[in-house]
């Protein structure tokens, strides 16, 4: 940093512009290649730690229900709950004032996946509600597949009017199950609702 440093007062004028937490305690003429971090004896660094970085996780997160378990499993879930004592209405003020209304104004086929993506990220598949049917009807397909039947080879006229008239499709040709994924229009506003509640919990 090159100043003019002829003014007397440059310290407190450089530090009247400073925040509190940020002082320059003085100036030394030094050469150009002169390296504080190599000769200076000693430095002190304050670093600001925004107050919500010191509240407890939603209660209805993956990660308080882990600290909770793992409380208990300690034997320390009085001393978890004494230590959270300070902030332990905070979630439950923020859910009344600033979430309920907007919760209460989703549309009814949204508001539990909604809730599931906010608390329940790494579970949330909108479109898996029919996931373990969609996998029981590619396990029939691929057993009808590999099943043909016993006479197809002595029949084979028999074999290919029915290899016409099955729905199964041929092994060269994709699986192609009924979709039962959540329309576009539905995601696009699960999608907002989602934004516009991680906004209210940002500024609470």
């Known amino acids: 940093l090159k100043l003019i440093v002829e003014d007397p007062d440059i310290v407190q004028k450089i530090n009247s512009h400073l925040s ?3 002082r320059v305690w003085g100036i030394e003429r030094t050469i150009g290649s002169f390296s504080c971090y190599q000769v200076c004896d000693s430095r002190w660094y304050e670093y600001l730690i925004p107050s ?24 320390d879930r009085e001393g978890y709950e004494s230590r959270q004592a300070e902030v ?6 923020v859910e ?10 989703l549309d009814d ?9 906010i608390h329940e990220p ?9 996931q373990d049917k969609q996998e029981e009807q590619v396990k029939q397909t691929a057993d009808v597949n590999t099943s043909a039947p016993a006479d197809a080879e002595t029949k084979p006229e028999a074999a290919a009017e029915t290899a016409g008239t099955t729905d199964t499709p041929m092994p060269d040709e994709p699986a192609t199950l009924e ?7 539905q995601k696009k506003r699960i999608e907002a609702a989602v934004k516009q509640l991680k906004i209210a919990y940002n500024a609470a």
Do not use: C, Y
Not at 109 to 117: E, F, K, M, W
Not at 123 to 129: I, K, L, Q, T, V
């Open 20 to 22: 509190p937490q940020i």
């Open 52 to 75: 919500h970085a010191f509240l407890p996780p939603h209660p209805s997160s993956w990660m308080a229900r882990n600290l909770e378990e793992a409380a208990n499993e300690a034997g």
């Open 88 to 93: 332990k209405d905070f979630w439950k003020t």
């Open 96 to 105: 009344e004032r600033d979430i309920k209304p907007i919760v209460d104004a």
């Open 109 to 117: 086929d949204i508001r539990d996946l909604v809730l599931q993506a």
């Open 122 to 130: 790494s579970d949330f598949n909108p479109d898996g509600e029919q």
């Open 179 to 185: 979709s039962t994924n959540i329309p576009t229009e």
